[in-house]
């Protein structure tokens, strides 16, 4: 069971930035959204990690299967959840597959 | 023997004749951009006589492959001045494709400067008076007065009242099988066709005979392999047929590059309330549809009907890029609000983005509040009621920005930049101040892999590989658009091999040909080749192919810049 505080604002615009110096700020998008609010999640979600936390290691915590996360960003850019190395203060996001467009390519989701 | 059939409005009367020889080989952007580039005098005013209005079916349109039923606009623009193809969904271009009709093509101008109807069926053209009450009225009410007049399955191409008015953003509408509008948006290819007179286009298919396979069994086995990549493809499979295009708002808005308030910064605090899953989970609760297919045998089925708290049908075929461009750019944080913008869109016949962007504009110039969506749907509708603010939103950002003596105007050849900042997505700012249609995302939007060698990821804030990342996208787009096939196939065929090879193949047994992709790709030069001709022939040079200069601005949160030299993005369409 993921590691993260029971508060946030729910819907509506993001409030200051939930990430403190041990916690990041996580959002999730498409069906990923949908697994955060069937589990009660807030958007964005404050979740502990330790100084450079792996995206294995943070997909664990969370207990999201690697194959449901193409992507995850890392304030603001995008990187293979392998390659996804993030601490407190940061800015996390995970996608999944599916993303439309050449964005997938123009964003650096995919190797070309 | 495909037929190819010229229209001529200044005396009412059609040539109905077979396919000159040389665009047999052609289809969809491809005819009706090498069609413009042979005909057309690229100095001509888009709206006097030598312009001409040409639609054009893919190669693949009719048949049983799936999303292949796009149809091709072709003219010079009104809004660039330079060569346009701007296409749509639809049942339109399946339906001249049972007819066999190569193209059509509108010339000259009408005499009296009434509105014709110009019916296309088995038997030939007719022309009828456009009926009283559908000048000047919604595009929706027009479209049952016309399919109650011609038959409920008749394909319409239409224009509305910003149409009529010549605007330079006005579009084609073209009925869905549901009797909703799609629409051939960018460039004001509208405009022409109310130059011509033409209020709409009547295609009736009764009596038509299946579209003709070469190669039958090698057609079917091939068709069946591209609809299996498809399907079992995350994106078109899952993400567009769930969240439609709108689901790229929180992505873009996660990255930096969703530009806010007329492109100031790439994020934003209330994203996620106009994105795709919000809009999604607003659909799914008021009992809308969160999927649908804009034309007859698609399987991606990225639209959906969104519908108000009654659970009352107000729009389909709700864009990101329209979304984007009053959610974030003009900050407009209200899904309903930017859904009754877009029906009034659909109503007045204009293109979403451009007026979207010249809505965010007007905002920077103090015409109304940022944010402020009534004011905004109030001045949208002023199109509508033809006021002299509502004529000049009509005709687009780079004239709002002008009329109120604005810099900040994110235009590229006179046309609307899209809904991704070309700082933190530099690739598809290239695309923007190189293609020749003017800013477009669209235009570099499929992936050749048989000429990609990046050999990386892309770092998209950075300028590594960029330049033939671009070029590449171009390349592959225009061999795509002339297919028939909507745009989104791209995804699947860039990462199912199977998938792009099933495409070629399909093209093979229709025709009873034996292309190669490297022969599509080829294509694709040869298609930009004759539209960078045109628009050289009209007048445009290196200076054209550059963006404003206020993105010299970093854009938060990345803080980038755009810094190409003009070397490089010359480089992009040199070859």
């Known amino acids: 069971m993921a590691d993260h505080a029971r508060h946030g604002e729910g819907a509506g615009r993001d409030a200051a930035p939930a990430a403190g110096q041990d916690t990041i700020e996580l959002r999730a998008f498409m069906g990923l959204a949908e697994l955060f609010r069937t589990r009660g999640w807030p958007v964005p979600l404050p979740v502990r990690v330790h100084p450079g936390t792996t995206g294995p290691e943070l997909l664990r915590q969370l207990d999201i299967a690697p194959e449901q996360v193409e992507v995850v960003f890392v304030n603001g850019k995008a990187v293979s959840p392998d390659l996804a190395v993030m601490s407190g203060g940061d800015r996390v996001a995970l996608a999944p597959p599916g993303v439309p467009g050449p964005y997938r390519v123009l964003l650096g989701f995919r190797k070309m | ?575």
Request: hydrophobic share 40%.
């Open chain 2, 1 to 575: 023997m495909a037929k190819f059939i010229r229209i001529d409005m200044g005396t009412r009367t059609a040539e109905i004749g077979a396919c000159p020889e040389k665009y047999a080989g052609l289809a969809g952007r491809g005819l009706t951009s090498m069609f413009i580039a042979d005909e057309v005098k690229p100095t001509c005013h888009p709206l006097g006589k030598y312009n001409k209005l040409v639609f054009a079916p893919g190669f693949l349109t009719g048949t049983s492959a799936v999303n292949s039923g796009r149809i091709s606009c072709g003219a010079k623009s009104p809004l660039t001045g330079g060569i346009k193809e701007s296409n749509s969904g639809g049942s339109f271009s399946q339906k001249m494709a049972r007819l066999d009709i190569k193209a059509l093509v509108f010339e000259g101008l009408p005499a009296d400067g009434k509105y014709a109807v110009v019916k296309v069926d088995k038997d030939g053209v007719t022309f009828d008076e456009a009926p009283a009450e559908i000048v000047g009225a919604g595009n929706y009410d027009a479209i049952k007065v016309l399919q109650d007049k011609y038959g409920p399955k008749v394909g319409v191409a239409l224009i509305g009242p910003a149409g009529e008015m010549k605007l330079s953003a006005a579009n084609i509408s073209f009925a869905d099988p549901e009797g909703n509008i799609r629409s051939a948006g960018r460039g004001g290819l509208g405009a022409v066709m109310g130059s011509k007179g033409i209020k709409a286009v009547i295609i009736d298919d009764a009596g038509a005979s299946a579209v003709p396979i070469a190669r039958p069994e090698e057609f079917k086995s091939a068709a069946k392999r591209f609809a299996n990549a498809l399907t079992t493809h995350p994106v078109t499979g899952q993400g567009l047929p769930k969240y439609g295009t709108n689901v790229l708002v929180n992505i873009l808005n996660e990255a930096g590059g969703l530009p806010t308030e007329n492109f100031r910064r790439g994020r934003n605090e209330w994203a996620n309330n106009i994105g795709g899953e919000t809009m999604a989970a607003t659909i799914e609760e008021r009992g809308g549809k969160t999927t649908h297919g804009c034309h007859a045998g698609c399987v991606i089925r990225c639209s959906q009907h969104y519908v108000d708290k009654q659970g009352k049908y107000i729009t389909s075929g709700f864009e990101y890029e329209t979304i984007w461009a009053l959610g974030a750019d003009a900050a407009i944080d209200d899904l309903d609000a930017i859904a009754y913008a877009d029906r009034e869109y659909d109503e007045v016949g204009i293109d979403s983005i451009e007026t979207s962007v010249a809505v965010a504009v007007a905002m920077d110039a103090g015409v109304i509040p940022w944010g402020d969506a009534k004011a905004a749907l109030d001045l949208i509708r002023q199109i509508r009621q033809g006021t002299p603010l509502g004529r000049i939103l009509g005709c687009g950002a780079a004239a709002v920005g002008q009329m109120y003596g604005l810099t900040r105007v994110p235009v590229v050849k006179n046309q609307a930049i899209p809904a991704y900042d070309p700082r933190a997505v530099k690739g598809v700012g290239l695309t923007y101040a190189t293609t020749p249609m003017g800013a477009d995302h669209t235009a570099g939007y499929a992936v050749a892999t048989n000429i990609l060698r990046v050999g990386g990821f892309v770092d998209p804030l950075g300028k590594e590989g960029q330049v033939e990342l671009s070029r590449n996208l171009q390349i592959a787009t225009a061999a795509v658009d002339s297919t028939g096939m909507c745009l989104f196939i791209a995804f699947a065929i860039l990462d199912i091999p199977d998938g792009f090879n099933a495409l070629v193949d399909m093209i093979n047994a229709r025709y009873d040909l034996s292309l190669t992709g490297d022969d599509v790709t080829a294509l694709g030069k040869t298609i930009l080749k004759a539209e960078l001709d045109f628009n050289r022939r009209a007048g445009f040079t290196s200076a054209h192919d550059r963006l404003p200069e206020f993105f010299e601005e970093p854009c938060p949160p990345h803080n980038t810049v755009w810094d190409f030299t003009d070397e490089e993005i010359d480089s992009v369409l040199a070859f």
